[in-house]
């Protein structure tokens, strides 16, 4: 997911007391899981594949990690999926997009996570799409799910994410004439330093960084 | 320097520079020009100071008469960047940081992001803090409704159930400094665990305060419950059925004023709340009078709960509170000393003068903090709103790697326009009041 990491307190070269200073920890994410998936992720999942034939082609990935299903889906397929999981699967329900921005992952730097609800069948499932930096196109799915209006239009805010076709993707939160979006993991925190008692504290971003 | 024309200021030049005099538009040639205008369409912007949008939101109105043809919603005058101020601090402070996000419901945010941290790292809290957890949940839920129903009833121009409902929120609110020391964004809910126990004498002071909190609320509704003026202003408002409310992703006291007994404290259950016996209550009107009257009996329901939860915290007195990890465990516990609350001296006597070992484990708990196992989770509870569910993601390391609120505030509110559009302009107040929205939760 994100690059090695080196040490305990973030420090290189001399500074780090800790002892950890040779410690290297690189990070992988969950792979793909194999059947079975534990309670009714077995059943949605077959469910959805005896609804949508094409699901091997369109699923890149099922992960099953800490009691919860993630599909990994490919954008082309995800309003496709979305209303085959709406309608035959009653998922009414999507909870919003939030967008996650993993620089390291080439090619895949930018994440939307769609948790679902099925309000009739009490079940909780999540979509994934990633996308490259270079090419930050999803397809919206307010025509799916209304309510994603403003999660859309937040993740474009916040991440950049351009969904396609939404009926008006203008930033939410922050001012229209903003430049950058600040939850990247390439914009900084910013913020001023403090000054107290003739003490100055420099902002987050340029603090000590405990990692 | 070239000179500016202001359309709506005269200016002239002096030795200081430009000099601008605001003056009034007449009024004759206003009503002369409005008298000439093709249509009757008016854009009016009612906030985002406006007393009765609930803190700073602005609503962009279309008129025709009376009549509203659009509104729409302008947020963002509040955000504060917590979701990413939280990725540079430990998982530990971040609570500090979410409790602040929707500020009626503080432990509502902590608590739905406490049992995400412990589900990524696969622990649960221990049987107290649950209760625990239950018991100030409860009393938040009241305190909650206690101001969406005193605004609320301000909004529409009833003036008393404002005062007697911030009457009984102080008495919440004196609980929540009972129990933790602050009366808001307390951080008292910490991944693990909660931050202490409950002092001496506080289980006889939650009773006592039920049962006024009890009598009281009985006196309250009659002010509003059947009040012919408060009907007529609050019956068919705002009406948004179930199609439209799943539709746009309503959860809370809106989607079950359309009859829906969905409530995830029911349908799944979290903090032990299996435990407890209490009803979900509906309406089937969907209109601001259902929702008024759905907050109000779920206060009877918060109470019920909290004196099962002071039951089941007489039971358990002793047991601990924080999880016995101490690789986890917030090593300080808070005390009451004579400049008032801070860590507890036992504590710091330890660390100071007893165990080394004891203060390497506190300075490295509390400025590095503990690593996160690598993953992502999603979870919901049941906020006074609807459902405020955490996405957290970790990348293995001491810090969040991205956290995500999904704020029941935020999505409830896009149904402004479902609700309002072709009602009268008074009508929004009424409605908007009975989506609840806090401005600190929209916008984070």
Known sequence: MSENERGSFGIHGTGDTSGYGGLVRSQVSPGSTERPFGGYFDQVTDDLERAYPDFADAIERVVVDRGELTLHIKRERLVEVSLILRDRLKFENCLGVSGVHYPADTNRELHAVYPLLSMTNNQRIRLEVS????????????????????????????????????????????????????????????????????????????????? | MSTYVDPYASSRETTEGTVFSVTGGDWDSLVTEIGQAKEERVVVNMGPQHPSTHGVLRLVLELEGETVTEVRCGIGYLHTGIEKNTEYRSWTQGVTFVTRMDYLSPIFNETAYCLGVEKLLGIEAPERANQIRVMMMEFNRISSHMVALGTGALELGALSPMIFCFRERERVLDIFELVSGLRMNMAYVRPGGVAQDLPKGAIAKIRETVAELRKNFKDNEKLLVGNSIWMKRT?????????????????????RSTGLPWDLRKMAPYCGYEQYDFDVVTADTCDVYGRFLIRIAELEQSLRIIEQACDKLEKSEGQPVMVADKKIAWPSQLAVG??????????IREIMGESMEALIHHFKLVTEGFQVPAGQVYVAIESPRGELGVHLVSDGGTRPYRVHFREPSFNNLQSTSAMCEGSMVADIIGAVASIDPVMGGVDR
Not at chain 1, 166 to 184: K, S, V
Not at chain 2, 338 to 347: E, P
């Open chain 1, 131 to 211: 996308v490259p930096d270079s090419d930050p196109h999803i397809p919206s799915l307010v025509e799916v799910w209304a309510g994603n209006n403003w999660n859309e239009r937040e993740t474009f805010d916040m991440f950049g994410i351009i969904f396609d076709g939404h009926p008006g993707l203008t930033r939410i939160l922050m001012p229209d004439d903003w430049q950058g979006h600040p939850q990247r993991k390439d914009y900084a925190l910013g913020g001023i330093p403090v000054e107290y008692k003739g003490a100055t504290t420099p902002p987050p971003n340029e603090r000590r960084s405990y990692k």
């Open chain 2, 235 to 255: 019956e068919g408002i705002g009406y948004l059925d179930l199609a439209g409310a799943t539709t746009l992703g309503i959860t809370g006291p809106v989607l």
């Open chain 2, 338 to 347: 004579n400049d008032g609350m801070g860590n507890s001296l036992d504590h």
